[in-house]
């Protein structure tokens, strides 16, 4: 009698390949997605900073012309340096010269505003992210109550509109990501 040999599964490993890479294939979907979303997030905040950063060194060069007559082209210099750091309409954006003269930017146009007068005194900004407020004018030179010098200043803030695909990564606050600065230059 001749036996009939039947097939045993346990040994047989013919699709387990498969069956592992249609488990494992949407975890590593999900972790390359949150990666490019993340990716997305950082370069964004970085151009913002870049854009930050080149309006805060044009700020430093010229800081004899923080005044009142000087003041609202000095802002209007800085918002177009800002502006045009990575395309007209890329990011919307607000600079003050020492709580004087100052630039609006929304969508890719510049708006003049402020009045000149406050640009002449000194102050002690205080505030941090985009939240700065100006105090009132004090003698140049004088402490300032949270510490340092009263001085002028060029407040320079940055937002762009941006919606991650996951949490945000604790860089994405109401759908809205941002960068600033407060530069003395007296």
Not at 89 to 109: M, R
Not at 130 to 149: E, I, N, R
Request: aromatic share 8%.
């Amino acid at each position: 009698m001749s036996r009939v040999r039947r097939p045993s599964f346990r040994r047989d490993r013919r699709g387990a390949a498969a069956v592992e890479f249609a488990l494992i294939a949407p975890i590593f979907c999900i972790l390359f997605a949150a990666a490019v979303d993340f990716g997305g997030v950082l370069h964004t905040q970085l151009k913002l900073d870049a854009a930050v950063a080149a309006g805060a060194n044009y700020a430093q060069v010229n800081a004899a012309n923080v005044s009142a007559a000087n003041g609202a082209a000095l802002a209007g210099n800085i918002a177009s340096i800002v502006r045009t750091s990575d395309g007209a309409a890329y990011a919307d954006g607000l600079v003050v010269v020492n709580n004087g003269p100052g630039v609006t930017i929304s969508g890719g146009t510049a708006s003049p505003g402020g009045t000149p007068g406050p640009a002449d005194a000194c102050y002690c900004p205080t505030g941090s992210g985009t939240a700065f407020a100006w105090g009132s004018a004090t003698p140049c030179g004088a402490a300032c109550p949270g510490g340092g010098v009263a001085g002028k200043f060029v407040t320079i803030t940055v937002t762009r509109l941006y919606n991650p695909v996951f949490s945000g990564y604790g860089m994405v606050a109401d759908h809205t990501i941002r960068a600033s600065a407060a530069v003395e230059t007296q």
